[in-house]
């Protein structure tokens, strides 16, 4: 069974424009949760998805948000970026029925602001 | 919201040697703890988890202690090997809620 696989690996943009992440999940997972991962402050919960809906969302401005198809993949898009927004950016799936349980990372988009 | 502490954020220790790392959670609703390991340049992977109605949970060298009165939970790693040094971190959450992790805890196993 493949991984979680998320696109593009690593990717450097200026302030001001805006980025667009993707996540393959596991197949057979319905839920997709995204976080930030910078030195010193371990993982930060941006929001989850499940069966298309977004069921969670953490403490990001507005000018964060995402998305999720019918076919589970999901999407993350940061707009008027900006320096602080620099960082790995990780997608974690879930089986559908597991309202807790263990979180399949993939091996994350980094993203460079310039 | 969940908060979820976690001590210390670096630890070194001789090979052979006990690692504790030590979290707190602030949401007394939390059910499920999980710790994960990630080595450099990887992914977080799951090592171990423990819920709510268990007390401690051992898998071969590690172990996991929660106390849910003083709502904190541990993590034990026994006879330290140099493949053990990574950032470890732990986590809260309940049912259908986001999981709040910790901020980690780079482990160095000095051979």
């Known amino acids: 069974k493949a991984g979680v696989t998320q696109t593009p690996r690593y990717l450097i943009k200026t302030r001001g424009q805006q980025v667009t992440l993707s996540c393959s999940p596991i197949?057979?997972?319905?839920?997709v949760s995204w976080y930030q991962q910078t030195p010193g402050q371990g993982l930060q919960f941006l929001f989850e998805?499940?069966?298309?809906?977004?069921?969670n969302k953490g403490n990001f401005p507005g000018r964060f948000s995402g998305r999720q198809f019918s076919n589970s993949r999901s999407e993350m898009n940061v707009s008027t970026l900006e320096l602080g927004d620099s960082a790995l950016y990780l997608c974690?799936?879930?089986?559908?029925?597991?309202?807790?349980?263990?979180?399949?990372f993939g091996e994350g988009s980094r993203l460079t602001v310039l | 919201g969940e908060n979820v502490e976690q001590h210390p954020s670096t630890l070194s220790v001789q090979e052979g040697d006990s690692a504790v790392i030590k979290c707190t959670y602030s949401?007394?609703?939390?059910?499920?703890f999980p710790w994960y390991k990630q080595e450099l340049g990887k992914r977080p992977q799951l090592i171990i988890d423990?819920?709510?109605?268990?007390g401690e949970k051992k898998d071969q060298r590690i172990a996991v202690t929660l106390n849910k009165t003083a709502k904190h939970f541990s993590l034990h790693i026994t006879e330290t090997q140099p493949e053990d040094s990574a950032v470890y971190f732990c986590?809260?959450?309940?049912?259908?809620?986001?999981?709040?992790f910790g901020t980690g805890t780079k482990l160095q196993v000095i051979p």
């Open positions: 197949s057979g997972h319905r839920s």
């Open positions: 974690a799936s879930k089986t559908q029925g597991d309202d807790t349980g263990e979180l399949f």
């Open positions: 949401d007394s609703a939390s059910n499920y």
């Open positions: 423990i819920r709510s109605n268990v």
């Open positions: 998805y499940f069966s298309e809906t977004q069921r």
């Open positions: 986590a809260a959450s309940r049912s259908y809620q986001k999981v709040t």
